[in-house]
């Protein structure tokens, strides 16, 4: 994009795509994303070769120290298994059910006059993400499954990744039959500063910006347009230890939530442990756990005495034990950090998960069902777990397929969002010259029947 002109004309023509899109069958947008796997898979070395080089530059500035290792970790798509899971989350995709054309209410308002709420597309969708070249797919899936255009916008670090990656769904798109319906631009990616900037201000052609990347991002975003914004800024998930907990599970969970991958935004960033485990060695085997898998602990004065004069904690690992900062319990560390405080109840757990978290997910580990059910039932995150990982708070992992990102809002999609955050609703009415004047007091009474789905005319 080089003018705010061609930037509206992008705009314009993926909303014309998303009008065309209400209208394509579920055997078409699966046409269209076996074709996109396809595709990508006969492409591999072409999109190897654009992230090796994305690489090697995003190497150099984090050893500049103008980029984060976090960052650079997300960047990669050529390791290990990480391109073929990236196939596979296509053809999972494809297996979904269509979240559209659903009926979620049916009236009968008069003889002849049927009123009906369907799911429809929400429209045009603007994506912002850092690193992550894999959200261009994800996304891009996600949004045709549910009969949305896209505009993707990726971070710097990654611009020949997402480019390539782009270049080949707009590819496969634009080599389906003329029967297929749906059409190229309903995928599309701009690069810079500029694009987003304008973007922002076009209401009347994107309907949700949906940000994935830093909390600096999010609220940018969230700050600078009129368009709804679905997304979270920060990733602070804590896990609870409380009194009865049994103490191998929270071994097990709190290590898994903080060691399993540090740099997502579901990795445990508080580990709140209640206090009458100081007592014993409980609480000292739990930190034990965490100081083996490198996690240094960022301790309240009362956790870190507690720790330092327990003996199963070795002289050696007395360094990784510091002492708390004041900004500490509203960081998002994404390392192998963690902040450490005691509670004297689960009460006290659950105003501080409320008061310094960031409503993403949060975990109890208890053996007492009423604790954990008065955790999960008054902190007010979008994932609250009993005896699991936060680890589990992805779309993939619940079975949406791939997830468009996780929300935080307290709106229509919260925790992590696949396709059903994609659709809304309309009312659909059916009617036989019917006019509102013929009924009230006096008059024709409406009957508000529901309408049995046996007997749905739409």
């Known amino acids: 994009m080089s003018s705010s002109g061609s930037v509206v004309e992008l705009a314009r023509a993926a909303r014309l795509a998303s009008v065309s899109l209400q209208a394509v069958t579920d055997q078409q947008k699966n046409e269209a994303l076996l074709r996109i796997k396809q595709v990508l898979s006969e492409r591999r070395d072409e999109i190897f070769k654009a992230n090796e080089e994305d690489k090697k530059i995003a190497e150099e500035q984090v050893n500049a120290g103008k980029l984060s290792a976090s960052l650079f970790k997300r960047l990669d798509i050529c390791k290990g298994d990480k391109f073929d899971t990236i196939l596979s989350g296509v053809s999972d995709i494809a297996k979904l059910p269509d979240p559209t054309k659903k009926v979620t209410l049916a009236t009968k308002l008069d003889n002849g006059l049927d009123l009906y709420r369907v799911t429809v597309p929400v429209g045009v969708l603007l994506t912002i993400f850092e690193a992550r070249p894999e959200v261009v797919v994800n996304i891009s899936c ?10 993707l916008k990726g971070g710097k670090e990654a611009t020949r990744t997402n480019a390539a990656l782009a270049k080949v769904i707009q590819d496969a798109l634009a080599s389906l039959p003329e029967t297929n319906g749906i059409p190229k631009e309903a995928v599309q990616i701009v690069e810079t500063r500029e694009d987003i900037s304008a973007l922002l201000d076009l209401d ?4 949700l910006v949906v940000p994935r990347g ?7 975003i969230q700050n600078n347009t009129r ?3 679905l997304g979270h800024a920060d990733g602070i998930c ?5 009194e009865d907990a049994d103490v191998e599970k929270a071994c097990r969970i709190v290590v898994d939530a903080k060691t399993d991958y540090p740099a997502a935004c579901n990795a445990a960033e508080q580990l709140l442990v209640h206090t009458s485990l100081f007592k014993s060695d409980k609480f000292a085997k ?3 756990a965490l100081l083996k898998a490198n996690v240094t602990l960022k301790c309240a004065p009362e956790a870190r005495e507690a720790l330092l004069s327990s003996p199963l904690i070795p002289a050696e690992l007395h360094n990784k034990i510091e002492s708390a900062g004041a900004d500490d319990f509203d960081t998002e560390f994404l390392d192998h950090i963690i902040a450490v405080k005691g509670v004297s109840n689960v009460g006290e757990a659950v105003e501080h998960v409320n008061e310094h978290g960031s409503k993403h997910t949060d975990a109890i580990v208890t053996e007492n069902e009423a604790t954990a059910d008065f955790f999960t039932t008054r902190v007010g995150s979008a994932g609250c777990y009993w005896n699991a990982s936060t680890r589990f708070a992805d779309g993939f992992r619940y079975g949406f397929g791939a997830e468009v990102g996780v929300s935080t809002n307290k709106t229509h999609a919260r925790g992590p969002v696949g396709l059903e955050g994609l ?6 009415l059916r009617g036989n010259g019917h006019i509102a004047s013929e009924f009230g007091s006096g008059k024709k009474q409406y ?3 529901t309408i049995a789905p046996e007997n749905y005319q739409i």
């Open 214 to 220: 830093s909390n600096s991002l999010v609220r940018y």
């Open 142 to 151: 996600l949004a045709l499954k549910s009969g949305n255009a896209v505009i």
């Open 227 to 229: 368009i709804p914004v």
């Open 286 to 288: 739990i930190a034990l």
């Open 238 to 242: 804590a896990v609870y230890i409380d």
């Open 447 to 449: 009957l508000h029947e």
């Open 423 to 428: 659709v809304i609703y309309k009312y659909k």
């Open 204 to 207: 009347r052609y994107v309907d």
